[in-house]
């Protein structure tokens, strides 16, 4: 009985540590996966689609100034997204240089932060614009489509978190190689016997 009493807690903190670590892992794995999806994309522009009007209740003077303001800003778009494209490739080839230099990669790290941080800034100009071609009930309308939008990108992300929690339980010693490569491997042992 008193064997049983100690190798309880024992049992009891093995769980606990082997949960933690997979809950860790877990929240490493969502943390770092739409960061990067989300580093290759631009953010998402707001553009007058006819479902946006319709909620909205746009004006055509409304859709005209929405519009107009897009092809302003649009040239600037592009040239963000390609620098910040060009400055994370940049950084990438300076940090898996076979003989890393920590000065360039500080200078390449840099260069991305100061490409990242003007497309910020032309996403905040675009929405202050915007929203002063916006009444003030459309505004509050918008903040409404934008927060609902954002509520089922979580509950989705979060279906996939789990989907993919679940894949890896079903196999969790699954190659890491397709399959027809495995199959060659396995042909290539057996002709070594």
Do not use: C
């Amino acid at each position: 009985m008193k064997q049983q009493r100690i190798k309880a807690p024992h049992i009891l903190l093995a769980a606990f540590l082997v949960l933690a670590g997979a809950f860790a892992s877990a929240q490493a794995q969502t943390t770092i996966t739409p960061q990067t999806e989300t580093q290759d994309k631009p953010a998402p522009q707001p553009t007058p689609t006819p479902n946006l009007q319709q909620e909205l209740n746009l004006t055509p003077d409304q859709i005209q100034k929405w519009r107009a303001l897009n092809q302003e800003l649009r040239p600037q778009e592009v040239a963000g997204t390609v620098r910040v494209k060009e400055a994370r490739r940049a950084l990438t080839e300076a940090m898996e240089s076979p003989a890393p230099n920590e000065e360039l990669i500080k200078q390449r790290a840099k260069e991305l932060a100061d490409a990242q941080s003007a497309m910020t800034q032309l996403n905040a100009l675009r929405q202050a614009r915007v929203l002063q071609i916006l009444t003030p009930e459309q505004r509050v309308k918008l903040k409404e489509i934008r927060e609902r939008n954002q509520a089922l990108r979580r509950q989705q992300q979060q279906q996939m978190n789990g989907l993919n929690q679940r894949q890896q339980l079903k196999r969790p010693n699954a190659p890491l190689i397709p399959p027809a490569q495995h199959k060659a491997l396995k042909q290539q042992q057996r002709q070594k016997r």
